[in-house]
């Protein structure tokens, strides 16, 4: 049978002084670094969350920023293109221009040639007429 005495008194009280004693050096400091462990644990989750949401925010930025900077490009390309056209346009009209005044003038300058030709014949044409009647008539003709 277990018996009672005044041991069992002694057991209890080693029992809850043990228990103070492991509780105040071993149970506190141990959830205290639980504690602090989660707290850190929290703030570098809060963190990164932070972070996460200004790399989203920067990335959304950058991305806004690409998209019109290749919407400036486009448009500057297409300007670009279109002065280009404009540009190469009056440059052939300037260039058809300058062909009709070339072959205008061509022109004039070949009716000039053919008009001094048509009279240098003529006058050649009359004076060799007149060679010819002089060699067949014998005498001077003039």
Same mark, same amino acid.
């Given at each position: 049978?277990?018996?009672?005495?005044?041991?069992?008194?002694?057991?209890?009280?080693?029992?809850?002084?043990?228990?103070?004693?492991?509780?105040?050096?071993?149970?506190?400091?141990?959830?205290?670094?639980?504690?602090?462990?989660?707290?850190?644990?929290?703030?570098?989750?809060?963190?990164?969350?932070?972070?996460?949401?200004?790399?989203?925010?920067?990335?959304?930025?950058?991305?806004?920023?690409?998209?019109?900077?290749?919407?400036?490009?486009?448009?500057?390309?297409?300007?670009?293109?279109?002065?280009?056209?404009?540009?190469?346009? $009056?440059?052939? %009209?300037?260039?058809? +221009?300058?062909?009709?005044? *070339? &072959?205008? #003038?061509?022109?004039?300058? =070949? /009716?000039?040639?053919?008009? $001094?030709?048509? %009279?240098?014949?003529? +006058?050649?044409?009359?004076? *060799? &007429?007149? #060679?010819?009647?002089?060699? =067949? /008539?014998?005498?001077?003709?003039?």
């Amino acid at each position: 049978m277990v018996s009672i005495d005044y041991s069992v008194f002694f057991q209890v009280a080693n029992f809850l002084v043990l228990l103070i004693i492991l509780n105040l050096l071993l149970y506190k400091p141990i959830l205290k670094a639980l504690n602090e462990r989660s707290r850190k644990i929290g703030a570098a989750d809060q963190e990164c969350r932070q972070l996460e949401a200004d790399l989203a925010k920067r990335t959304a930025d950058y991305e806004a920023r690409l998209h019109q900077a290749r919407i400036d490009a486009t448009e500057v390309r297409c300007n670009l293109v279109r002065e280009g056209t404009e540009a190469a346009a $009056r440059a052939k %009209e300037a260039l058809n +221009r300058e062909v009709l005044d *070339i &072959s205008a #003038e061509f022109e004039r300058n =070949l /009716l000039d040639e053919l008009d $001094r030709g048509r %009279e240098t014949m003529t +006058r050649q044409a009359e004076r *060799i &007429s007149v #060679e010819i009647a002089e060699r =067949l /008539l014998g005498r001077s003709i003039q």
